[in-house]
């Protein structure tokens, strides 16, 4: 899927919790699997897992509030908010029960969502992110910094006049192991929406600004309490989130049937190693 049929496809849907962005795949009368993306990015992320696994599933990538398309109605753009946000999400949809596959802060907001809402997910699948108190990442701080001094529209602006400054080790270079290969479409696809509307690079503000480890750290006595079949796909090379986490996981949550690395991937792994995540997914699927 390339950023042409991916803006011919993509919709929205309300919810109470404001407008959502989405896309999907497949069968409308088949399992759902509902993917969620991190910070910065959007459903886009997820383009190549909608392309593989069309066959097996209904796949959904939702844009989290203040990403992409999605608008809050209200102030709150925590994970908590977010989690709720996907309960409503679903409701809009008329689906009931989802395997739920997330990435970067996805997987913390996916964690919270299991835990309030465990008979409405079939299956859990996390990737590289946040987990228990390992975020912020240390090396995101400047980022934020930035964001908290009012920086956040004019870096928005800089990356997309020239594209450059996001694969930069000082953009989110960082997040990819070849961030070289990162087309100047995707960059677009990713950064456009903000400026779209003034509202919405007020989201990806406010969504940052309400980092807060708090959140995942308190659901840790029910995540061991989550029986729900668990798939852990952790990239090695990621300077944000140490592979040590993907262990963490399997220790707490009690039904993880895999554990597996992908040597050298980085943060987005759904975007540089799809071919691995999706052989993974499939058989996660199939089980």
Same mark, same amino acid.
């Given at each position: 899927?390339?950023?042409?049929?991916?803006?011919?496809?993509?919709?929205?849907?309300?919810?109470?919790?404001?407008?959502?962005?989405?896309?999907?795949?497949?069968?409308?009368?088949?399992?759902?699997?509902?993917?969620?993306?991190?910070? #910065?990015?959007?459903?886009?992320?997820?383009?190549?897992? @909608?392309? !593989?696994?069309?066959?097996?599933?209904?796949?959904?990538?939702?844009?989290?509030?203040?990403?992409?398309?999605?608008?809050?109605?209200?102030?709150?753009?925590?994970?908590?908010?977010?989690? %709720?946000?996907?309960?409503?999400?679903? +409701?809009? @949809?008329? #689906?009931?029960?989802?395997?739920?596959?997330? $990435?970067?802060?996805?997987?913390? #907001?996916?964690?919270?969502?299991?835990?309030?809402?465990?008979?409405?997910? %079939?299956?859990?699948?996390?990737?590289?992110?946040?987990?228990?108190? $390992?975020?912020?990442?240390?090396?995101?701080?400047?980022?934020?910094?930035?964001?908290?001094?009012?920086?956040?529209?004019?870096?928005?602006?800089?990356?997309?006049?020239?594209?450059?400054?996001?694969?930069?080790? !000082?953009?989110?270079?960082?997040?990819?192991?070849?961030?070289?290969?990162?087309?100047?479409?995707?960059?677009?696809?990713?950064?456009?929406?903000?400026? !779209? %509307?003034? +509202?919405?690079?007020?989201?990806?503000?406010?969504?940052?600004?309400?980092?807060?480890?708090?959140?995942?750290?308190?659901?840790? $006595?029910?995540?061991?309490?989550?029986?729900?079949?668990?798939?852990?796909?952790?990239?090695?090379? +990621?300077?944000?989130? +140490?592979?040590?986490?993907?262990?963490?996981?399997?220790?707490? @949550?009690?039904?993880?049937?895999?554990?597996?690395?992908?040597?050298?991937?980085?943060?987005? @792994?759904?975007?540089?190693?799809?071919?691995?995540?999706?052989?993974?997914? %499939?058989?996660?699927?199939?089980?």
């Amino acid at each position: 899927m390339d950023v042409t049929e991916y803006e011919a496809r993509r919709t929205t849907v309300d919810t109470p919790s404001g407008q959502v962005g989405y896309i999907e795949t497949g069968d409308p009368q088949a399992p759902a699997a509902l993917f969620v993306h991190g910070v #910065i990015v959007n459903s886009y992320l997820w383009r190549h897992q @909608l392309d !593989d696994l069309s066959d097996l599933r209904r796949c959904i990538a939702v844009d989290l509030l203040g990403h992409g398309h999605s608008i809050a109605r209200g102030s709150d753009h925590s994970f908590t908010a977010q989690a %709720r946000m996907l309960a409503e999400f679903l +409701d809009a @949809l008329g #689906i009931e029960q989802v395997d739920l596959i997330a $990435n970067d802060s996805g997987t913390g #907001i996916a964690q919270l969502f299991a835990v309030a809402e465990p008979d409405r997910v %079939r299956t859990l699948a996390l990737t590289n992110g946040d987990v228990h108190d $390992n975020w912020p990442p240390a090396d995101f701080a400047g980022f934020v910094d930035m964001v908290r001094d009012g920086g956040l529209a004019t870096t928005v602006q800089a990356m997309l006049d020239d594209p450059h400054r996001y694969r930069a080790a !000082d953009g989110l270079g960082g997040a990819y192991a070849r961030p070289d290969t990162v087309s100047d479409d995707t960059v677009t696809a990713y950064l456009l929406p903000y400026l !779209d %509307r003034p +509202d919405t690079v007020a989201g990806l503000e406010a969504f940052i600004l309400a980092f807060d480890p708090a959140q995942t750290v308190a659901v840790e $006595n029910e995540l061991k309490a989550l029986h729900v079949p668990t798939l852990v796909v952790w990239g090695t090379g +990621d300077i944000f989130f +140490d592979v040590t986490w993907s262990h963490w996981l399997a220790r707490t @949550l009690p039904d993880v049937r895999r554990r597996t690395e992908i040597p050298g991937a980085h943060l987005l @792994l759904p975007e540089e190693y799809p071919s691995r995540l999706n052989a993974e997914l %499939r058989d996660h699927l199939t089980r």
